[in-house]
């Protein structure tokens, strides 16, 4: 292959994010419309980590699987308010962060009533002693982690999570693996270091990383592989192409789906890392 050539397809420019777009040709589903049309507010929850979110939890009520909502760092609320219209009658929805925006609460509360919880404190706080913050301990299914993007706060919230989470619930955490937050990597894999086989990677998806008990890795994996796609296409989104190595890495047991902007025609490919290079002539 040309050197050039090589270049481009290495380097290609990715997709704009269209977070920030006029059409919102994807809110196909009743869910969708209503977000866009009550509470679509301010805030650097794009589209593309907004359909992810769309699918899992779909995924999970269509499973059956119920249970608590947290949030760790509100700013204007707008992935807190996608998440809660997920939530059903006797899920609490609990929201974490040292202040928030007055108009949140508001609908919030209006929309909850009293499956609202609003905690105004630093999460290192809470990670003292999570029990005296939060009922229900066990039975979240949905956490997302967007605190401070230290490598000790991601820890911290890392440890509330695990302590909070239910068998079949997932963790998200904002900006896994950006180049411009290496911290929260960092504190991610020091968290999985240090405390082996209480969570693992599910899922990396554009600027957000997945995680969940290691019973429900493969679980949410199957789901993700069957019909991520085509969920997709049902909201008119195809910037998408999802990788995935065919080996169990033996040094630190990472199995991770990885799901990217779209790479030439690409939806779904396999690195074979199995058939090594073909042997030199003698």
Request: aromatic residues 12%; negative net charge; glycine residues 6%.
């Amino acid at each position: 292959m040309a050197r050039n050539s090589l270049f481009k397809r290495l380097f290609k420019r990715p997709r704009r994010d269209d977070s920030n777009r006029a059409s919102t040709d994807w809110a196909t589903t009743e869910r969708l419309r209503r977000f866009v049309r009550d509470h679509d507010v301010p805030g650097y929850f794009a589209i593309h980590d907004m359909l992810v979110w769309d699918a899992l939890l779909e995924f999970q009520e269509r499973e059956g699987i119920r249970g608590h909502m947290l949030e760790i760092g509100v700013l204007k609320g707008r992935s807190a308010l996608f998440s809660s219209l997920f939530a059903g009658p006797e899920d609490h929805c609990w929201f974490l962060d040292v202040m928030m925006d007055p108009e949140f609460r508001r609908v919030m509360d209006a929309r909850l009533q009293k499956n609202a919880h609003f905690l105004e404190h630093s999460s290192f706080d809470v990670g003292e002693d999570p029990d005296a913050h939060f009922t229900g301990i066990g039975d979240f299914r949905w956490i997302h982690i967007d605190g401070q993007h230290t490598a000790t706060a991601v820890v911290n919230d890392l440890t509330i999570a695990d302590r909070l989470l239910a068998p079949k619930g997932l963790v998200t955490l904002d900006d896994f693996l950006s180049p411009t937050w290496p911290h929260v990597a960092a504190g991610v894999f020091r968290f999985l270091r240090e405390s082996p086989k209480r969570l693992e990677l599910v899922l990396t998806a554009y600027n957000k990383g997945y995680l969940a008990r290691r019973e429900a890795v493969a679980y949410y994996q199957r789901f993700l592989r069957a019909e991520l796609f085509a969920h997709f296409k049902s909201r008119n989104f195809d910037d998408f192409t999802m990788i995935e190595s065919n080996l169990l890495d033996a040094n630190d047991g990472l199995h991770c789906l990885g799901v990217g902007h779209r790479f030439e025609d690409r939806v779904y490919d396999v690195f074979d890392y199995r058939v090594g290079p073909e042997p030199r002539p003698e």
